[in-house]
């Protein structure tokens, strides 16, 4: 290849944001029959510098002449990319395309062991509608994103969850300021004379031998604290499973005196969480919820098929005569643009067709249904969370839903209901121990003990700076629903139902290259008055 040819090829390298480093790279480079397979490959997996290494790997991504003469004749893999920079997996390699699995009918009626009909008594059609929405931002966004709306998001915050402690009475003692146990750092620097003290926490991390350091902040100042986990301690107690930036907690102990300025914790508070019943709905309004979310209609992993499998069982099964309401919870669609390379992971290219799919999908739920939908993180609204509902333009492909934003708070006949996409369990993936995703549920268990929905400014989660910060759970929920991991998960913590719900998304490139197993195609269904759970499989 003449000098002319190269200068061509980096052109086009450079034009798709792509610089190229040695001369390594440039032979594998020269030796490529076609740049396309390889630019896509490294758009897709935001690579933006060619390395002898980085070409390697990316090269491995790109489909030879002869696989992409198999995939012909098996199932069509969609665009594989590199693991994401900021993930210490290792490299990703492509994966043989496996078969679609075959469609048998749902294993209802008879045919789960793990709920009984008599719990779901009642029909529907029997019950009129009746849906409080106690929080929801759309069209009461307030904040200008200045300096002055984040300071007073804050210290909303703070009071509130400050509040909760004080009225909960799990303090030992009335809190002082920071600024005031900083004043006296002297007089409380023994264990005999300790102090509480209630902020924000900033820069957790934990030392060499294993304590938690972390700041601990108020309107008057910061302190900086130590937390040695105590003997035979629960992992989940903050000291070994970690705290979030931003959280709210009281802390108990006293100063190191004239040998360092560090706070010593001899106690860490969390608000109160107390055991608490359930509200139910009256047993003359018996009628069930079904929770789903992340459809991501329009991506070619959506199982149209097992979609068309429910729709039947709707028809056909009596569990199904109990719904009442469908409360769909973020990603309905997956959006266009979202990350780079996702236009080939599309079926649907067009955002508002993508809509409209899913508005017919929907359509096709019997009538007796009302369909609650709230946004996500691929939706087409801002990402900043709390999250208006999808615009009238989205909705005008819907004829009969109620669009909410995210997350929501409302009632059901009574029973109160908290609807978050869950976008923040990203955040507590990466903070706390505890949660993985395939554990999100630790992530919902934690935003209720902390009271808070998505503590972390500055994370994976983008917030909104309202001045009142309404992720924090005011009122502990009946039901509490997130989505966004794209697992299934029912359980109860403290007398509030957790619900993760399924998706309708097959495993993506992605996460077979991170080794994620998503559960898809499982409907949770509880009924308002009983408060039994089924979850139905449709896979
Ligand atoms: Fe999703
Ligand atoms: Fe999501």
């Known amino acids: 290849m003449g000098s002319a040819d190269w200068a061509e090829r980096q052109q086009i390298l450079l034009a798709a944001g792509i610089l190229v480093t040695g001369q390594d790279t ?4 020269e030796n490529l029959p076609d740049l396309t397979p390889l630019i896509e490959a490294a758009t897709s997996s935001q690579v933006h510098v ?3 290494r980085s070409i390697d790997e990316l090269l491995m991504l790109v489909p030879s002449s002869e696989s992409i003469e198999i995939s012909t004749q098996v199932v069509k893999s ?4 590199l693991p994401a920079p900021d993930n210490p997996s290792p490299i990703g390699r492509v994966i043989a395309p496996i078969d679609s699995p075959k469609i048998t009918p749902a294993p209802r009626p008879h045919g789960l062991s793990h709920y009984n009909l008599a719990d779901f008594p009642m029909l529907a059609t029997d019950v009129d509608s009746e849906i409080e929405i106690h929080f929801d931002i759309t069209g009461n966004s307030v904040t200008e994103g200045k300096m002055a709306d984040m300071r007073s998001c804050f210290s909303d915050r703070l009071k509130k969850i400050r509040n909760m402690m004080l009225t909960g009475g799990i303090l030992p003692r009335r809190p002082i300021s920071n600024g005031e146990a900083w004043r006296n750092r002297q ?8 102090v509480t003290i209630i902020g924000l926490v900033n820069g957790p991390r934990w030392t060499k031998n294993g304590n938690l350091m972390f700041m601990v902040e108020d309107e008057t100042t910061q302190i900086q604290c130590f937390l040695k986990p105590p003997a035979g301690a629960n992992p989940l107690h903050a000291a070994l499973d970690g705290l979030m930036n931003d959280d709210v907690v009281g802390v108990s102990g006293h100063f190191g005196g004239d040998q360092t300025d560090l706070f ?3 106690n860490i508070h969390l608000p109160p969480l107390k055991p608490r019943a359930k509200t139910a709905a009256s047993a003359d309004q018996a009628v069930s919820a079904a929770f789903l979310s992340d459809t991501h209609v329009g991506s070619n992993t959506f199982l149209e098929p097992q979609w068309q499998k429910m729709i039947q069982w709707f028809k056909t099964d009596s569990l199904a ?7 769909l919870s973020g990603d309905g669609v997956d959006g266009v643009g979202i990350y780079p390379g996702q236009d080939r992971h599309l079926a649907i290219k067009d955002l508002f067709d993508q809509y409209g799919k899913l508005a017919t999908l929907l359509e096709e739920l019997p009538d007796w249904i009302d369909i609650i939908i709230l946004p996500g993180n691929h939706d087409a609204v801002r990402p900043a969370e709390p999250q208006p509902a999808l615009t009238a333009e989205v909705q005008q492909y819907y004829s009969d839903a109620v ?16 609807s978050y996409h869950g976008k923040s369990i990203d955040d507590f993936v990466a903070g706390l121990r505890s949660v993985t995703y395939a554990k999100p549920e630790m992530a919902m268990r934690a935003m209720l003990e902390r009271r808070h929905l998505a503590p972390s400014w500055g994370g994976k989660t983008p917030l909104s700076p309202e001045p009142e910060d309404s992720m924090v759970i005011g009122t502990v929920p009946d039901i509490f629903v997130t989505g966004h991991v794209h697992g299934q998960f029912v359980s109860d913590h403290k007398g509030t139902t957790i619900v993760h719900s399924s998706t309708w998304q097959d495993q993506t490139d992605y996460q077979r290259m991170l080794g994620f197993q998503p559960k898809p195609c499982i409907l949770t269904v509880i009924n308002l008055h009983t ?5 139905i499989p449709f896979a």
């Open 26 to 29: 440039k032979k594998k480079i």
């Open 50 to 52: 060619l390395s002898s």
């Open 78 to 81: 969609a665009q594989a990319t």
């Open 187 to 194: 007089r409380y620097s023994s264990n005999e004379y300790e």
């Open 264 to 266: 010593f914790c001899s």
């Open 321 to 327: 005569k109990t719904i009442r309401y469908f409360v």
């Open 403 to 418: 669009f909410v934003g995210n997350p929501c708070d409302f009632s059901l006949h009574g029973v109160r209901i908290l």
């Open 531 to 535: 408060h039994a759970s089924a979850s």
